[in-house]
């Protein structure tokens, strides 16, 4: 759009926004057109002034300006518009004036507000009136306790404000977020006020939390449109027993001595209460009952009532304000109307009017009902029922439940005489206030039953409030059916109360206080009358038992106490079992009701009764629980979930002065708080407008309603009584868009016959002759609005206002077409809507509710209508909201940037679509057909209303094709949109002939010829919907040749194949497709659908043709033509997941047909249904191919492994291939990838077992079909595998826990397996016994040498055969005494052997015998001589020999990390292929993770990516090379996803499970040791596999040129150690290994050496009692190096004699670190620095250089050993000397560990003197 305003566009704002003012609706009234300079936006009119809002955001103000007089008398009248000067500088968006006043809102939502200001409506206080437009504050102020600390006391919030309205002596403003904002006097502000105005606004709280989407101001009420909350669908629960919020009992029951009190006086803190609390009335109730007796009630014949039960029944109901002398009473005199004093008590006494005032029915609905009654509109009630004599009549009771009416009159008439009299004796001034208070209320059972009945209860007249209550409990006669017994629910007691209004009495009285009172303002007696007679046809409106349990669900809301009763207990109880669900009433027609009764104080007559029936109170809680009904036959709620898109759920709040009832809840009481009108709730109000003292709604199905005043027809009917809202009468097809409310009129805007508006008047006549005023010249009244003969003249009227006496519309010119095709477009909207709206409440609701349908259509069809009718309901809405949004963007802007159809193009494509799709499901399946007769059931047999719907020219048309075409609606209407948005788009095209005035009205194409962005979002919007409607239109003929087909189809199969959602395509019943090598006799037929290939079989001779069919499912189906050149023929191959076949065609161009057909079918079902509507708009070029690699599911039918099974996953060319998943009918389930149709890769598998919820779990890796690789297995026994598999058998290295739970089995082995069994090396820890056994295996026994220990301490090793010791074997206690010899079983003793004791004698000879329990000896005993050290020696017993080697353990571990390498055989391969193997390891393991990434840490990932990189692994190995392999290893034994890193975690499990527990025997420490060396030599085999050029153990590294150089330039001394030039397992290896085997590894050195660690830690507690300077003496250091003075903390200290740990203290610290690390080079690193560190203090000390001797460093290095206190010495010498690289032993290291190694021995014999 282009900024620069030309002279055309100059020009064409006088074409725009076009205001006209006028008065009445006579044919001589002329508009006055406004002239201003810039198009009018807005209008709003007050009484006698009006202000109008121009293009560009100025406000200009007409009419009589009383506030003006003080600056300019002139000002005050003026017909020209006046700018507001004072709003200069602000731009505003909206203006609203009120009576005297007017209001203005900015762009930044600010309110400005100037003019009368008596009573506060414009925000400021001290002004009477407000001459100029002043800001007023809207400030939200926040609860203090809720603002931070550091903020202020009372924190201000600025209120964004986005509307206004104006009333009498009120402002109303809406914020941004849909909060009410009031200022003003009166009850009409929506929160309490006294006489002194609000000046400041405040938020109406009782809206609060709502969504508020309009506010209106009358004179003295004021309205809101709230949009409803979106209902969460949850199942139906009893009530609940504590408030949900503050978990507080709702009910509470008190048992007292004459009384039961049935309380749910539970008000919450943080809920909001609706309604006026009953608090006090019953209170009053209570007292007042409390001090009187009980009346005795009616005559007997009348509580015992007798009643067909299979005859309805309606309410009776008094009317206690007659509104003719028909409707008065006999005896009963006119009443005085309400007084003030009434009119304030209103909210206590009608608690709640959102419910008394209840949904009025359509008009046809009552026909149904009432066919045989005059319909007098003042008679006829909503439901049908009729009134005379002031009671309600049931039109379908022939026989009344009474003797007769005039017999009901007369006993109510007893009543209220009666209680009347005794209150006015017994409390006088109870007596001012006597009313007569009626409830009534019809229970309606379920609506399915044949025997529908009615509760019946009544309310006497006269009597206060107590006594009424009271009056109602003993009055009440119940009338119900023989089916109420077994279908009563609960009624709630807060409806009955609901229904309890005061009102005068009848009776009359000489006192003065029943005389007539000065009536309210306004108030008159016809209105009065009208509204109670409302008030009685909103209470006796039946509901159903869905209302009563949604009223049930909200709970009691008030306290009650019932007093007992003398003789109506048994109704008194009756209503509570109505109000608290069901207490069992029995009985039948024939004989008396049999209620259970509860009473208190009973009468002499009832008392026996009434003990043997008392209720308790846990009883009636009991019975409150209802029960809940099934849901009948509906359509799925449609929710909405554009946010773009007007609401239509709305509803309609009042509150105010309801003089007039104006306020629209049937009475004419003053409401301060909001109340919702529930008679609107369902009426999809888009619109309210208010006038003086009329207010008025519109629909979205363009209805208007309307209640209030009706003094001038302004109603625009003349219904009555006007308290409620009712229909505005208008002529059909006349569609309502606009509303204005004036004083006493009514202006509407409409649809008419064309696409111009036209505008309906309705109200008062305003005559203006010479002379004389508008005022004086009033008078007339419309029935019904009237057409505005001018309206035609005005141009495209785009909004209306009304105020005062004066109306106003805001017109445009149509130039170019642009306006009306706006107009054309929008008018379209609303007339679809209620086309539509049409059609679901005459045709597609009745449906649903028909008995028959079920039944006719079958379940299948009725699922898809029920699906048909919820998609039609989800278009209707959409069309709906649409309707609203256009209609609201004609008052707006006009622009095209707002039509949702553009902006949300693909919500409404979905929805189309989807609703097509069903329409097209609904017709294959025959539904149309079989839907014709519960139609004709229900509509007559011409289904006039379908007819009429259709709009039909053919009577003769078949009822089938009508409902077609009636459901076809939507789509028909869909045409609409292409075609209107092109010709919006046509509106942008420049004329040839360029001129000013034709062309320059909007933005348009450019004279450039460059196309704006509003031209071209037209242009793509057209095109999407026109593409659009060209694919419904094709998938309605492929829906029509499907149902064709059918009808044609062979009956045996169509059952089977017949689906709502099957296309057929094509077939070849013109012999035009057969099959290759087919039988001579066989007849194919194949068929294409959209979702599969049908292959028809039979034989010639047979009647019926096709015997048998095979379904091909298109997803899993691969076509390709085969080669003409060599065989001829015109050939397909047909792949499916179990057949291959080859199709020839009769042509080549047939064979190009069906191979088109296929893949163009195939391609199809292969893509989604949004992505297909997606592409629509780029056309259907030629397509490629479909993928033969593709994602679908298949069952296979034929015999084999997969036979039944589902598989849905990934395919290629016929076979699984990827990831996917197979499910077994027998519950089997695989979940992993594939190959060639196998399961291949990582994949988990479970299976069921025979015990019931256990099954075998197996997740692992798959070769061939079979579990093959490392993998779990846990068993539904309990066992848990994890190892290698081959073949589905456990073979390889692999662990199996057994037990119940994992954390405590009784037995696990880890080692080797061999087809399923234990075979090789392995490792058993039998848990029950506490035995562990090391050795080899065979066929699950223990077989060969091995190695047992026990938590006893007893250590075997030998031979063992047959799962048993066997042979020669070594046992050892745990205090050293020896067997040498032979065993036969375990721990048994049988055949020659030596015993040797502790202390050194030795038993040889023969033994047998059980260890522990008693050994038979045959041998000599010896007793070894003191000097026979020799032949002593020569009897030490070395352990290891009998059993495992360490080179032998463990070999499954490494062939598995062989095989990973790729080389079949240890030691042998190709490192190439090697590494290969390792970056596809490591890819394969990054992708499952990748799915699961909760499986590795964030520095696996980091770790993983490094090992991307390859390091060099071929030429000679530098310094620099090998310092990347040291860390490339690092990283590799880091993660278990690469091999080294498994081969070491597998490694790590076996030697943790071989020395923990039970094998932390010091006897194992020899084989611990030598286990390790064998890990490092046998993986620096692997690692030299890898790196061929590493040197072997102990070669050296060759160095480059540069670094020979750099090293010969170093000194002599530091040449001497350079370990790292050495190559070793131990520097590569030991870094990475050891930390993670050192627990176990130094316990055993600990248990090893514990006797020897004893002596010494001993030693070294007795000497580190001494002080320094003694220590250093004692241990023979040389004074001079005695530390003469130390620094402590910072500061130096002179040594003393007392002074200790203070000397050497940073070498003693250093030492300590031995304990921290864990290689031996570390530990010897340690000990290098504790040297230096000693070294560095001595030369501090001598201030010279040093050379140290032995004899001068030991006793030094020893006190620092003393000093340090290392607990477990001895251990960390011996795994340093075990396990120290052998390069560093004669180095400068291995000289520094030696020392170390002599101060432990020198510590131990240190002889303390």
Known sequence: MDNQKSSGEEESSRERGLLHTWKGYSCSVTPEKVLLSRPVLQAALGNRHGVLLVEGGQVYSFGELSWKQTQAPSSVVTSEPVLEAGLSGQRVVAVAAGGFHSGALTEDGGVHMWGDNAHGQCGLSGLATVPNPTPVGVVDQLDPASALPSACASPQVVVTVVELACGEQHTMALSARHEVWAWGSGPQLGYPVGTIPAWRPQRVDRLAGRHVLQVACGAFHSMALVRCPVPTPEPRRPPPDKCGQCNQLLYTMTDKEDHVIISDSHHCPLGVEVGVGLGEVAGEIRRSSEGSPGGKGGSPGQQKVKSSPSEPLLSTHSHPRPLSSSFTAPGSSPAPAASPSQDQAAPSSLDSAEEACKELEEPEASEHTNNSVDQDPSTIQEDGSRTQGGAVLGTGAKNSPYPDEQAVKDYLK??????????????????????????????????????????VMAMPAGGPVGSALNSLVASCASVVGERVALTCEALSLRKVMNYYYPVSSSSSSSSPASGPRAPPEGGREGPVGLARLEESLQGKKSSSLGDIREEEAEGLSRRLSLPGLLSQGRYAVQLLSTAYGGMHISGSADEPWHVVTMASNPSPQSSVSAESNTVSPRL??????????????????????????????????????????QLGYGDFQTRSQPLCIKSLSSKEVVRIAAGAHHSLALTAQSQVFSWGSNSSGQLGHM????????LAKLSEGIRVWDVAAGQQHTLLLADGDCFQPILYYS??????????????GSGGYTQQPVLLPFCMNLGYVSSVFAGGQMCAAVADKNVMGFIASLHELAAAERRCYCKLTSVKIHVLQPLLKAENLCSSLGPISTGLLQTLIGRFHRVCQLTGQNSASLTSLLRRSRDIKGLVILENAQVFMDAYTEYATAVGNFLVIGGFQALAKPCQDLFGKGCEVVQRLVESADESAPLPDLLLSLLHLPIKHLQEYGRLLLKLATCYEVPSEFSGESSTYIPCKSMHGESSPDYQKLQDGCSKFESLVLHLKRKRKEADYTLHFWKSFPGKMTDSLRKASRRLVCESSNKALTLQNAGRFSVNWFILFNDALVHAQGMVPYKSLFSTHHVFPLTTLWVEPISE????????????????FTLLASSSMEKAKWLRSIHQAVEQALSSVGSEVASLAAGGGPRADPPISRTASYKFYKDGRLKDATYEGRWVAGKPHGRGMVKWPDGRVYTGTF???????????????KSPNKSDHY??????????GFGTYRYATGEVYEGCFQDNMRHGHGMLRSGKLNSSSPSVFIGQWVNDRKCGYGVFDDITRGEKYMGTWQDDQRQGHGVIVTQFGLYYEGAFSNNKMMGTGVLLSEDDTTFEGEFSEDWTLSGKGILTMPNGDYIEGSFSGVWGTGLKISGCYYKPNLYDSDKDKSRTLKLGGLAVSSEEKWLAVFEECWRRLGSDTVGQGETSRAWDNIAIALTTNRQRHRDSPELLSRSHHKTLESLEIIPQHEGPVTMEKYDTIRHYLIKACDTPLHPLGRLLEMLVAVYRMTYVGVGANRRLLPQAVNEIKSYLSRIFQIVRFLFPDLPEEGGLIPETADAQQERDSISSDAQLDAPRRVVSSSALLLPVLLPRLYPPLFTLYALDKEKEEDVYWECVLRLNKQPDL???????????????????????????????????????ETLQQISTTFTPSDKLQVIQLTFEEITQEVLALLKEDFLWSMDDLFPVFLYVVLRARIRNLGSEVNLIEDLMDPCVQHGEHGIMFTTLKASYYQIQHEKIT
Not at 1125 to 1140: D, Y
């Open 1235 to 1249: 190959k060639n149709g196998l399961e291949d890769g990582f994949g988990e598998y479970i299976a069921p077992t």
């Open 620 to 661: 009636l809680r009991r019975c409150s629980r209802s029960r809940v009904k099934a849901a009948p036959l509906t359509p799925p709620v449609v929710t909405e979930g554009d946010s773009l898109l007007p609401s239509l759920q709305t509803e309609v709040w009042s509150w105010g002065r309801g003089q007039e009832g």
């Open 719 to 726: 219904e009555s009584p006007s308290t409620i809202p009712r």
């Open 1125 to 1140: 050149e060599n065989t001829g023929l015109f050939g397909l191959k047909v792949i499916t997941p179990e057949e291959t």
């Open 1670 to 1708: 003694a220590l250093l003496a004692f241990l023979g250091v040389q004074q001079k190096f005695w530390p003469v003075s130390v620094t402590v903390q910072g500061e130096k200290q002179q040594v003393v004699i007392s002074t200790k740990d203070a000397c050497f203290a940073t070498a003693v």
């Open 763 to 776: 109200g008062q006549q305003i005559r203006e002759g010479p002379g004389q005023t508008s005022k004086e």
């Open 1259 to 1268: 997740q692992g890796n798959w070769k061939e079909g079979k579990m093959h």
């Open 414 to 455: 007893r009543l209220s005489d009666h209680t009347l009299s005794e209150q006015t004796a017994k409390s006088p001034q109870l007596a001012q206030h006597s009313q007569t208070d009626a409830i009534a209320d019809v229970f309606t059972p379920d609506p399915d039953d044949e025997t529908t009945t009615s509760i």
